[in-house]
């Protein structure tokens, strides 16, 4: 085989290799878990201990001014606006359970099948709570604000199971 061939072909075998290696860096970068996300999960874990803890400071705190809320009650079928409103409907709840259960927790929040879609500077969290009667999912909109993250939507809904 001639040099000038012989030349070609390593080139040929060189490049196809910076390819490959070029490619599976991307995937592997790809895959690898965006610390955003980390975070947004770190926030959705802190909101959930506080809830179950009743820690009103904290609770508070992971919301956004302009926050959103569809609660899954026959009571409160419109979409509830800003966090101080937001704020009202859950501080009968914070109040009048400590008088009822033992805790901290008083509440036993256990998300499954937890998903996080990241969109820039906010991110969707999706998960189902187990337990008796209905199907209980949510849907929590973050939004970045400086480093933290914070809740810009809360959407729980029931949806009734077949007994079958």
């Not at 956004?64 to 966090?83: L, S």
């Not at 101080?84 to 033992?102: G, H, K, N, V, W």
């Not at 929040?109 to 709570?129: N, W, Y």
């Not at 970045?144 to 009734?160: F, Q, T, Y």
Request: glycine share 4%; with cysteine.
């Amino acid at each position: 085989m001639p040099t000038q061939t012989r030349m070609q072909s390593s080139w040929s075998g060189i490049l196809c290799v910076c390819l490959v290696l070029g490619y599976s860096a991307t995937v592997a970068a790809q895959e690898e878990s965006n610390p955003d996300e980390e975070t947004v999960k770190l926030a959705a874990a802190d909101f959930v201990e506080a809830f179950e803890n009743l820690e009103w400071d904290l609770f508070e705190a992971s919301w956004a001014q302009d926050a959103t809320v569809f609660f899954p009650f026959a009571d409160q079928p419109q979409r509830v606006e800003g966090r101080s409103t937001i704020m009202e409907r859950f501080r009968s709840a914070f109040e009048s359970l400590p008088e009822r259960m033992d805790g901290p927790p008083y509440l036993s929040i256990q998300p499954q099948d937890l998903h996080v879609q990241m969109l820039g500077d906010s991110a969707v969290v999706t998960f189902h709570l187990v337990g008796s009667g209905p199907f209980n999912r949510r849907t929590i909109v973050f939004v970045k604000s400086g480093n933290k993250w914070l809740i810009a939507h809360l959407h729980a809904s029931r949806v009734p199971v077949s007994q079958e």
